[in-house]
């Protein structure tokens, strides 16, 4: 009968809003956790269907539904550690738990996400945080590139790895020479003497070692004529035809350099001319030597260009000569960039891509399944995850230095539990006072 469905409403209604209270307290006491996300509460009412016109209704009551609010962001809160990840737009960091690693094969870890971490190496150099989640992600390769990965699945994945005594050598690709070559010595006559310089560089172990190179005026045009003609040739002192002695350094590149003499290019390179080595490209300005580690690439300046190689009526300048690459070093300092790659900072100066992390996306974050420590698992309401460059597709980019704060507002809160409160007292209520009407009813037999 009607009475009795009013005070199975009046109990449903203090069940619902008890459920409001207890997602309010979650909410509250986990406003000042990095990367809560707040548990919404809604009210669906349920309705017994009556026969029209019979004058008899029966109260259905009301249910409470939950939904976590994954979609919506919380501010970000700057910090001090290089490895405090989150995430400036959509997307997640793909984490696993310390028990499964190296518990089950390679890539077969049980994929779990979270929106911000405070990552630290552990005892194993294992990128972890507090709490235990592991940051994954794709390892580079030697020369700091990452290979293409399968991007529908997690078989790529690894924990991250860092040795704490870790080193890196850099070794050098590249010399510049921006060099002045003296434009009297080239006069017919002059005494011819070369000009000499060594250019450091950095072999594959870091071990360091020299270009001894030299540039020969050519001196045979009649006396007082310039020939603006000089031989550059380039030997390398980890070869040599002779171990004992230092000065038997083996020839690796030799060359004829001529120069301009115009109005308008006076003093810039006019032509390059191979004798031994690799080719010079003229739409480059560079060569390739044959050193004892591998090619290097020698910049020397393109045709008319007055940045590189130069001969003018002024003094010889080994000094401006550069290259890069580093010796080896040391391990200080770890950072990930925006778009989500690791990278280690030596303390020669050279930095090294290690990592590259991904973000995690589905199609509907707020279906994802909630579990401890703010991380999320794949439901069939979430639908398949990607993964993606961070700040490719719809993703954000990645911060370091940064934590995500909660998205719960603590004035609303409690706004919602003044509301609570009274909905549950109002249901109290109906229950009083169906139970004061059964009492009459009651009371008619006495």
Excluded: C, H
């Amino acid at each position: 009968m009607s009475i009795s469905s009013a005070l199975s409403a009046g109990v449903s209604g203090m069940a619902a809003n008890a459920t409001r209270l207890a997602n309010i307290s979650d909410n509250i006491a986990n406003s000042g956790t990095y990367g809560y996300k707040r548990v919404n509460t809604e009210f669906e009412s349920m309705v017994i269907n009556q026969s029209r016109g019979t004058g008899i209704y029966t109260a259905g009551g009301v249910r409470a539904t939950t939904t976590r609010t994954v979609d919506q962001r919380g501010n970000l809160v700057t910090t001090s550690n290089p490895l405090d990840l989150a995430i400036s737009g959509r997307g997640m960091l793909p984490v696993t738990t310390i028990g499964q690693v190296g518990s089950q094969p390679a890539g077969a870890q049980d994929l779990t996400m979270t929106r911000t971490g405070s990552f630290s190496p552990d005892s194993r150099g294992i990128l972890r945080s507090n709490s235990g989640l592991v940051l994954l992600g794709w390892p580079a390769n030697a020369d700091g590139t990452v290979p293409d990965q399968p991007r529908d699945g997690v078989a790529g994945l690894e924990p991250i790895m860092i040795s704490a005594s870790q080193t890196a050598a850099n070794p050098t690709t590249q010399v510049s020479l921006g060099i002045n070559l003296p434009a009297n010595d080239s006069i017919g006559g002059s005494v011819g003497d070369p000009r000499e310089m060594d250019v450091q560089y950095f072999g594959n172990l870091g071990n360091s070692e020299s270009l001894a190179i030299s540039f020969t005026p050519d001196v045979s045009a009649a006396a007082g004529t310039r020939s603006n003609s000089w031989t550059m040739e380039i030997r390398d002192s980890a070869i040599t035809d002779d171990p004992a002695t230092a000065a038997d350094e083996a020839l690796i590149g030799s060359y004829t350099l001529e120069f301009n003499d115009s109005q308008t290019g006076g003093g810039t390179l006019a032509n390059v001319t191979t004798i031994s080595g690799g080719a010079y490209d003229p739409a480059t300005g560079e060569l390739s030597v044959n050193v004892a580690g591998g090619p290097i690439s020698i910049d020397i300046g393109r045709y008319g260009d007055s940045s590189g190689m130069t001969q003018l009526s002024s003094a010889f300048s080994p000094a401006n000569a550069t290259r890069n690459g580093s010796p080896v070093g040391n391990l200080v300092g770890l950072e990930v960039d925006e778009t989500g790659l690791l990278q280690a900072t030596y303390d020669t100066g050279f930095t090294q891509t290690l990592y590259q992390i991904p973000l995690v996306d589905v199609p509907n974050p707020n279906g994802l399944i909630a579990l401890d420590n703010q991380t999320y698992r794949i439901s069939p309401d979430s639908g398949a995850f990607y993964l993606w460059d961070a700040g490719d597709g719809p993703t954000g980019a990645v911060v370091g230095y940064a934590r995500e704060a909660s998205n719960t507002d603590v004035a609303a809160e409690l706004t919602d539990l003044i509301q609570t409160q009274r909905a549950y007292s109002s249901n109290a209520k109906v229950i009083q006072t169906v139970d004061e009407m059964l009492q009459e009813t009651t009371n008619l037999k006495r």
